[in-house]
């Protein structure tokens, strides 16, 4: 079996490379991409010259690495902006060096050696074993699936005058050898395993068809020239063996059909192949010992199938040219491509993404948030609608005073237990305090920071009035836009929390008594609570009452779902990796109708739950207005009953806000920490900006100071 030689390159300074582009197009924050760009620099050098059969998935990583920033940076020669990169490679039969700032050549050049790696590990596998026999079918037909990808989505992208490796024909004639000697082991297996004759002559045949076709492409190929010598003969003796298998086996399949005279036809057709190989012979002496043992063979046959035909049979013998072509079967297809993020360690150059990634998350971000906001309003206002009808109708006080000579109701009770658990109201008011000095100091964090910037706004101002037209670098204005812009969406948000946390304050401070409550023993909340009037309540009055409860509980149910759906749409968010998702759209692509099924894909079916229970949410108070009536027909009134459901209606509106209450407090401390944290990493930038302008600043001061010019460079 053939081998495919492999492409050598030149070292290349990646690293200094990333560390030039990210410092100039990303506020120089190469420092926390360092450990990714030495990783990729470390996995070129370690393939560099690396032929060793283990090596491939090292190939493999520093491809899917190649891969990453294809789609992270502009990388295309045609843009200014672009990561450019003198890649250096050499034609694999010639020895001929091409160089190209293309990353596809780069990345075509890698997958050729693995291509090659993988077929040179299929040849050293010991196919006369089982165990070999699939490794070596596994290794050519991934190799095929390479080879297949190259042509089908880099060669279309590569540079002119790419070396002639890169060629259509090229490229295609290795895919259809490594079809070819992949369909070769199935055929020794077949033969080794006794299959049907029927079977292995349609296998043999098309082992044989696969060879014709590397032969045809070679013919047509640039590197035609470039192989080695022994290249084009051994495929020719390859298509002519697996011809005289075909036929050999044909021969073995008319036996059984008692057609002896096409047998023999086929066995002198068989044979006539078999000794043509010896045309080929001289520059692949290699294979002469496998030649001679298949002439020997089938010769032995010929002569044995003649003999029995002129002495037993007498069958008729047509003209070997007369006969038909042996169907062919392929068993073996190129390996899909494999999967690139096996390869990768989690996300490297994790936030590194294109400009106009950059600019669609921000806008997508907008989008989500405006979405958000909206459906937030609707869920407050609803609630508030529910909140204010039970306190209207009294609700739960009422149906819960029916139950009172028992002491604290069973539902109250385990609400009140887990309050307590929970750290009663303290845990509210340590929470409170907590999120409020969080706040402040988040709001001093971003006034200093822009503070900073503003300042280094103002020195550039005076010194260019200072200096007038001498001082003719861009201004601060013109470079500090976007992190101005960041700095304006910080204090948006930061405005945004503040407005919840009130609507947080609001609910507490409405439910002050009822909180205190919580950290009253049972016996002192019980004391709170007068006694039931001691009339008698009907039966009738105490079933309207369970039902009023069912439906009242059924609307504090929606508002616990509503707040449970919330939260999970905004962990979804936390989760949502949507620079990943835009690398897959080019900038002219993306728009809101883009941010809309992004929107509809991920949060759809939890926007839908909850826009669902605002329709249920009417027709549940349509049902408890009119049962609440019914209630308080019913029920006989008296005013020390009255006065036990004002304070059972105070308490039990405070515990059943406080689990509410305490994860909203929850979500703001989360909120202030992250907040925090990514108001640090803005500060950075902010300074990095800020100490390289001083530095820039010096520079050219000392310059205007000496008589001398700015550069253009600095323009």
Known sequence: MLSIPFKKTQKIDLFQNLQLFINQNYNNSFENYKQDAQQIQNLRENIQNCTQISSIDSFLKYYSFLDLLTKKLPTKSSDKKALKIN??????????????TEIEFEKASILFNIGALSNSKGLLENIDSEDGMKQALQNFQFSAGIFSYIKNELLNKLPKGITNDFSLNSIEMIISLMLAQAQECIVKKAIKSEMKPTITKKLAFQTSLYYEKSIQFLKSSPINNSVEKSFTPHLEIKKLYFKAIANQ?????????QEYGKRVSRLQLANSFA?????????CSYLKETVERLQKIIQKETELATKENDTIYHSEIPDMNSLSEIPAQSLVTPTPFPDLNQYLDGDPFEGLVPFHVQEAI???????NQ?????????????????????QLGLPGSFLALDIANGIPEELNEKLSQCKTQGGSNAVLEFQKSNQNLRKQCQEYLTETLQVLRKEDEDDLQIRLKNGTKWSRPTSGELNAKLMKEIGQYSEGLEKASKSDSYVDKKI???????????????????????????QISEKTREIGQNLKTLFENLEEII???????????????????????????????????????IQ????????????????????????????????????????????ENILQVFSTAISAYPGILTDLGNGKHFYTIFQNSLKILRNKVDSFVLSREMEKKELLKIIETGGEIPKSYE
């Open 87 to 100: 890649w250096i490679w050499f034609d694999a039969f010639k020895n001929k060096i091409f160089a190209s």
């Open 249 to 257: 086996y044909e021969a073995k399949f008319l036996e059984s059909t």
């Open 275 to 283: 000794k043509t190989m010896s045309n080929y012979l001289k520059n």
């Open 362 to 368: 921000e806008k997508y971000n907008e989008f989500w």
């Open 371 to 391: 979405k958000i906001d909206s459906l937030e309003n609707q869920i407050l206002t609803k609630n508030q609608e529910i909140e204010s009808l039970f306190t």
């Open 509 to 535: 401070s409405k439910n002050k008594i009822g909180l205190e409550m919580i950290d009253l023993s049972k016996e002192e909340i019980e004391q709170k609570i007068q006694e039931q009037t001691s009339k």
């Open 560 to 598: 616990q779902l509503r707040q449970k759906t919330m939260m999970e749409i905004n962990m979804k968010k936390e989760q949502e990796n949507s620079a990943n998702f835009f690398l897959n759209f080019d900038e002219q692509s993306i728009n809101d109708s883009i941010f809309l099924s992004r």
């Open 601 to 644: 894909e991920i949060y759809g079916e939890l926007i839908e739950n909850i826009e669902s229970q605002f329709d249920e949410q009417e027709e549940l108070i349509e049902n408890l207005k009119e049962l609440n009536g019914k209630f308080l027909e019913s029920k006989n009134e008296v005013e020390k009953s009255n006065q036990s």
